[in-house]
């Protein structure tokens, strides 16, 4: 529930949904939303609790040898340094990982997709209900309490903050949930049935941000 419910789908849904409602403009603050926001906590905190609370008494240098040796985590530090450095590659090479990087996504639905089941019986319908409910109406929630009704901030990266706080759980997460061990059902319950089902919270989300 940790690593489903308190991570957002920033970047595959993000992206093209805030892109498509506030413009290239918008873009460039969902980008920051998700790889020095939620891309890094996933890498770190979300490695560490899958760790941690995976079968087997908790080994702290192993958990840090995890977190430190996690391929996407050494991806975003290897891409860190590239922008420090001022280094590129070349376009031909830029294009053939565009085109590997597009497969990403999709495998990622596939192998999430291939273990939801429809378990009438499942007794992880009250945990999905609770973690869609915190996720999708509750988290933003609490942006939208925290930063527009007590700070008063009603700035555009506001409401975009909180489109991506209303965005469905993070497939990283669940993947990242499943191969720990942690309840790869319920994991994969979240975001079988949160995609779908935040297409129409997402709806009332930017309506609600849309008065700000």
């Not at 790869?184 to 319950?189: E, Q, V």
């Amino acid at each position: 529930m940790i690593l489903t419910a308190g991570l957002s789908n920033s970047s595959f849904l993000g992206y093209p949904i805030i892109e498509a409602l506030f413009g290239k403009k918008g873009l460039e603050t969902a980008v920051l939303v998700d790889q020095p926001g939620t891309f890094v906590v996933v890498s770190t905190l979300g490695v560490f609790v899958a760790a941690f609370y995976s079968k087997g008494s908790p080994d702290t240098f192993g958990i840090i040898k995890k977190v430190a040796l996690f391929p996407p985590f050494l991806t975003f530090v290897f891409a860190c340094l590239m922008n420090v450095f001022s280094f590129e590659f070349n376009d031909d090479l830029q294009a053939v990982l565009l085109k590997i990087g597009s497969f990403v996504t999709p495998l990622a639905l596939l192998s999430v997709g291939l273990q939801l089941t429809f378990d009438r019986k499942s007794r992880h319908w009250k945990f999905l209900q609770l973690g869609l409910l915190y996720k999708l109406i509750l988290a933003p929630l609490i942006i939208l309490v925290l930063y527009v009704l007590i700070l008063r901030q009603y700035s555009e990266v506001i409401k975009i903050t909180i489109m991506e706080m209303a965005m469905a759980p993070m497939i990283t997460g669940a993947i990242l949930a499943s191969t720990y061990g942690l309840k790869p059902k319920l994991s994969s319950m979240m975001i079988g049935f949160g995609i779908p089902v935040s297409f129409v919270t997402l709806s009332l989300w930017y309506f609600i941000v849309s008065f700000i």
